[in-house]
């Protein structure tokens, strides 16, 4: 068990080692460098260039620039934003918490959600019920998490005003609010985004999860249990769910890379503070280092995220734990 | 399911009398619901064939920037009119095309280095497999979305043909490892050893032996990818480094309108309709090949 824990936290340190390096080329292609749009005009001087070039090592020889941005990088430090005038990794830092609080209740949401609807849709499986549930995953299965975005705030900002516009608290009333006026506040605000994004999520969930569930059923312990004279219900929450509870935990790790784009997007239109939200922007001021800084973190984001998934899974796993 | 009868080729791998392509064509048509996404598809398809013929308008003219400007739907403009007095339905039916092409293209693109890279990697085994294997996992950790936003910002202003294929070089990493295993498990099977007894080279065993017996997972990663590269199209031109403007793609359309959201709602409502029952329908189709393949 702690020989696997040490190999797989090995291959995620490879596997961030080499986004890095992925990052660096990205950086190192691509035609000019982050002053090319502010300095190469012909009003800026010849040496105003070199020294600011100069002063980010950027004229010195590719493999000592590699070796200076891995140790930078091993440090925490990411660059210097340009548009916030700031290191990127305090924009991350600072807007970090919005997205992960975001995104962990996009996730557990989802995850119930879906669970539920899989499981409506295999007590009824082959009814009427089954096929409008399937209908409707698939249809917010497809979805592009933008577009979703934009008719939920059209909807429910607009038409019907039951939530704010965006953003996390009210920019005006927020601090003048007692305690449990700034909680209020703060759900109002978190409600729209995150009922979106676990919509998004849970559609996905709740696909796999009917089939897992599905998979399942023809198991001899099913029969086992329908035998000795259990109720279809009990059946299946207590024996055929327990059984297919496993997948899902691989399902959470899969399942980062596609709730953090949705929450770049969501973050994006209910100008929610957070992760997405900077580095949406900053491609709209050029802000080179921010955005690739954006890219590193998302990265070892959905990285650590399914190592823990496998750890988690490891460990859930009876069959595993003696290896 | 009624009327389902047992089909010889799937319950009897002995005798595989029909080819994956006639087997994934009869399931698409045994289904229901996949029969119905084929023909929405095929209407679309339609539609994008035919753009010039049905658009009423020219899809970038800008007739009255004054007063034809952000019209509401209405008989003379069914999708209303944009910020430049430009006929949101025509525009709707020319980004059908663009978009629909941009998706084929870019998947073959991706289909192309998956197939290869999960090929050579599965047929050549030991420590180079092992390497290219490392290296696919850290691609995959990188959300693809995420992956384009640092390509399509370091090279500002790219042609279609460009975000093509950065659309297709990043969407191959899931396919080449499924092609991986199949090789592998194939690798060692009768037919391969037999070709190489007869001094097959590698390359003959790959391309002849090999290749034919990865139609399903190929046929199934093509539809679920096109699917796939409209939404991510659709994405970045919302973000506004995809399709160069003033072109018309059902994401630059919403772009367009996203700053008056409220106001303007037929702009990111119709397009994006169009977007998701296309995507519906690649999808659709996407899950009744990989059934059938399954089962097999």
Redesign the interface.
């Known amino acids: 068990m702690l020989g696997y824990f040490a190999r797989r936290l090995g291959?995620a340190a490879?596997?961030v080692a080499?986004?890095a390096a992925?990052?660096f080329l990205?950086?190192h292609?691509?035609?000019g460098d982050p002053f090319t749009g502010i300095l190469d005009n012909p009003n800026v001087a010849e040496k105003v260039r070199t020294t600011l070039r100069a002063q980010y090592g950027l004229d010195r020889p590719l493999p000592e620039q590699f070796v200076r941005y891995v140790n930078a990088l091993a440090h925490g430090e990411l660059g210097w934003s340009l548009s916030h005038d700031q290191p990127v990794s305090e924009v991350l830092a600072s807007a970090l918490p919005n997205t992960l609080l975001l995104m962990s209740v996009a996730l557990v949401g989802s995850f119930v959600l879906g669970i539920l609807v899989a499981l409506i849709q295999v007590a009824r499986r082959g009814t009427f019920t089954d096929h409008a549930l399937s209908g409707i995953t698939?249809?917010f299965?497809?979805?592009?998490?933008?577009?979703l975005g934009?008719?939920a705030?059209?909807a429910f900002t607009?038409w019907l005003p039951i939530f704010p516009v965006g953003g996390a608290v009210d920019p005006v009333m927020h601090e003048f609010l007692g305690l449990g006026g700034r909680i209020m506040d703060r759900l109002r605000h978190l409600a729209l985004p995150t009922i979106t994004l676990i919509l998004l999520a849970s559609a996905s969930v709740a696909r796999f999860q009917r089939a897992a569930l599905l998979d399942v059923l023809p198991a001899d312990y099913i029969r086992t249990a329908r035998l000795k004279g259990l109720t279809e219900r009990q059946v299946l929450a207590r024996h055929a769910l327990r059984n297919a509870l496993l997948p899902i935990i691989t399902l959470v790790g899969l399942s980062f890379?596609?709730l953090?784009?949705g929450a770049?997007?969501i973050e994006?239109i209910f100008a929610w503070p957070g992760m997405g939200y900077a580095?949406?922007n900053?491609?709209?001021s050029?802000d080179?280092p921010l955005?690739?800084g954006?890219?590193i973190i998302?990265?070892i984001m959905?990285?650590v995220g399914?190592l823990l998934a496998d750890l988690l899974y490891a460990w859930a796993d009876p069959r595993l734990r003696g290896h | 399911m009624p009327g389902q009868t047992p089909d010889s080729a799937v319950t009897d791998p002995a005798r595989p009398r029909h080819s994956p392509l006639a087997l994934g064509v009869r399931a698409i048509l045994r289904k229901r619901s996949s029969r119905i996404a084929l023909a929405v598809l095929g209407v679309i398809v339609v539609i994008a064939v035919l753009a010039p013929l049905l658009a009423p308008y020219d899809p970038s003219a800008q007739p009255d920037i004054v007063s034809g400007k952000d019209l509401a739907p209405s008989l003379a403009h069914p999708f209303g009119t944009d910020p430049y007095s430009r006929d949101v339905l025509s525009r709707v039916i020319y980004g059908a095309r663009l978009s629909l092409t941009i998706g084929i293209l870019a998947t073959l693109v991706s289909l192309t280095f998956g197939v290869a890279y999960g090929a050579v990697s599965g047929y050549l085994g030991g420590f180079t497999d092992a390497i290219m294997m490392?290296?696919l996992?850290?691609?995959l950790?990188?959300?693809?979305?995420?992956?384009l936003?640092?390509?399509l910002?370091?090279?500002?202003h790219l042609s279609i043909g460009a975000l093509i294929v950065f659309l297709g070089l990043t969407g191959w990493f899931g396919l080449s490892r499924i092609v991986r295993g199949q090789v592998l498990a194939l690798k060692h099977a009768e037919f391969v050893t037999a070709a190489e007894a007869l001094g097959a080279s590698r390359r003959r065993i790959l391309v002849r032996h090999l290749l034919p017996n990865l139609v399903s997972p190929i046929a199934v990663a093509a539809t679920l990818g096109i699917?796939h590269v409209i939404?991510l199209e659709?994405?970045l031109s919302?973000?506004?480094?995809g399709v160069p403007q003033p072109i018309a793609s059902w994401g630059n359309i919403?772009y367009d309108g996203?700053d008056q959201?409220?106001r303007l709602?037929w702009m990111?409502?119709f397009p994006?309709l169009f977007?998701?029952i296309t995507?519906?329908t690649l999808?659709?189709l996407g899950e009744s090949l990989r059934d059938v393949y399954q089962r097999r």
């Open positions: 291959q490879v596997i080499i986004v992925i990052a990205l950086i292609l691509a035609p698939l249809f299965f497809s979805m592009p998490d933008f577009w934009i008719l705030l059209l607009y890379p596609a953090l784009t770049f997007f994006k580095v949406v900053a491609i709209g050029r080179y955005v690739v954006g890219v998302g990265s959905v990285t399914s | 490392r290296f996992d850290a691609l950790s990188i959300p693809r979305l995420l992956l936003l640092g390509v910002v370091a090279w500002p699917a939404v659709a994405g919302f973000l506004g480094i919403i996203a959201i409220a709602w990111s409502l994006g977007m998701v995507v519906m999808n659709v």
